[in-house]
């Protein structure tokens, strides 16, 4: 994939988690602690394709 795509992407997350009401530096938080999950388990051939960062509401969580 084309990273200008993917640096588009974080920064629409950050600003995303940004009007839920983050921080800047909690929101660029959560998007590097998704990340470093996701390259783990695609190091690790665990990586299901799905996303990493969940918004419900005013809350957003990183699953693995």
Same mark, same amino acid.
């Given at each position: 994939?084309? =990273?200008? #795509?993917?640096?588009?992407?974080?920064?629409?997350?950050?600003?995303?988690?940004? !009007?839920?009401? &983050?921080? $800047?530096?909690?929101? =660029?938080? #959560?998007?590097?602690?998704?990340?470093?999950?996701?390259?783990?388990?695609?190091? !690790?051939?665990? &990586?299901? $394709?799905?996303?990493?960062?969940? #918004?419900?509401?005013?809350?957003?969580?990183?699953?693995?």
């Amino acid at each position: 994939m084309d =990273l200008r #795509i993917k640096i588009a992407q974080i920064i629409q997350l950050q600003e995303e988690l940004e !009007s839920k009401g &983050y921080e $800047g530096n909690e929101a =660029l938080g #959560i998007i590097q602690t998704a990340a470093m999950c996701m390259l783990t388990d695609c190091l !690790s051939e665990n &990586y299901n $394709g799905q996303p990493y960062i969940r #918004i419900h509401g005013s809350i957003a969580t990183y699953e693995q």
